[in-house]
């Protein structure tokens, strides 16, 4: 897998108007803001079988700020495609550099969702476990070992319910 710049993977896509362009964020986030002419594939729904190009082709993947798309790569080169090609910094770093940009509807970032989720169940589990039964503690526990284990794998589950939540989906 190579890494790219948000500017250098334009200037290539600009040379060679076959590369394809897949965005693998929640449809909300895309809507929101995404890179001009990037196909939405949400990561926790992408289905290797039916993609827009082959595995041959070079495709360039970007997400919010780098952490999905690597995933999304990783999946790929272990499925056979050959030219894959991850967008360091993501969407994120695609606004800031000003290039050509789809902006919609504002939309909250999963790993926001996540953030809020997790503290939301940890408090609930404190005041739970003070107010009316010590065993609401474990809620605190369990939310704090799985943002160990997110942290350690690099895989969260939270944020992976969280992004087929309704309002996450188009």
């Known amino acids: 897998m190579k890494n790219l710049s948000v500017t250098e993977s334009f200037k290539q896509r600009q040379a060679k108007q076959t590369i394809c362009f897949i965005d693998v964020r929640t449809p909300a986030e895309y809507g929101s803001a995404h890179a001009e002419n990037a196909l939405n594939h949400p990561m926790e729904s ?21 952490g999905r798309s690597m995933k999304v790569c990783q999946q790929l080169e ?10 360091e910094g993501g969407t994120s770093a695609w ?7 789809v902006r919609g509807k504002k939309a ?18 404190a005041a739970l476990g003070q107010f009316v039964d010590p065993a609401w503690f474990g809620l605190s526990a369990f939310v704090g070992a799985g943002l160990v284990f997110a942290g350690v794998t690099d895989t969260c589950g939270m944020g992976m319910l969280i ?7 188009a």
Request: with cysteine.
């Open 95 to 101: 606004l800031d550099a000003n290039l050509p940009a």
């Open 46 to 66: 992408l289905d290797l079988n039916h993609l827009p190009f082959s595995q041959s082709e070079e495709v360039h993947v970007i997400c919010q700020s780098g």
């Open 78 to 87: 272990a499925a056979g495609f050959e030219n894959v090609v991850n967008v």
């Open 108 to 125: 909250m970032s999963l790993e926001r969702q996540v953030r809020i989720a997790a503290g939301s169940l940890v408090v609930i589990g």
């Open 163 to 169: 992004a087929r939540m309704p309002w996450n989906r």
